[in-house]
């Protein structure tokens, strides 16, 4: 059973959900920053630009690109009756999220890298 492509596929779901909320939680203290002044707000912006959140952007990146394409897998397989692919589709999300997740992390590291 845990090495089923439903069960894979159901905890890397719960994995991204779980870390697009923390994104979200995130997201709302530095913006949520810009309220209590600009020093407060610089200093909370500062703190998410260093090297170590540039690579967490990239894990974001992965996290929404598996999670969105899981989304639209399942509500294929669920309104269209497709459940003899669901293997394959799987497979073919993930492998479709790692190429999209390389292609643009590449260009976010590239980007960090250059300095900017």
Known sequence: MYK???FISWL???ISGVALVLYLFMHLWVIGAANS??????SRLDA???PLFKVLEVALLAAVVYHG????RLLLIHYFDLTEYR???FWAVFILSAILTLIGGGA???IM????
């Open 12 to 14: 890397l779901r719960r």
């Open 4 to 6: 089923s492509t439903g």
């Open 113 to 116: 890298a250059n300095g900017g």
């Open 69 to 72: 394409l899981d989304g639209i």
């Open 48 to 50: 998410v630009q260093t």
């Open 87 to 89: 293997k394959s589709m």
């Open 37 to 42: 002044g600009v020093d407060t707000f610089n």
């Open 108 to 110: 976010i590291l590239l």
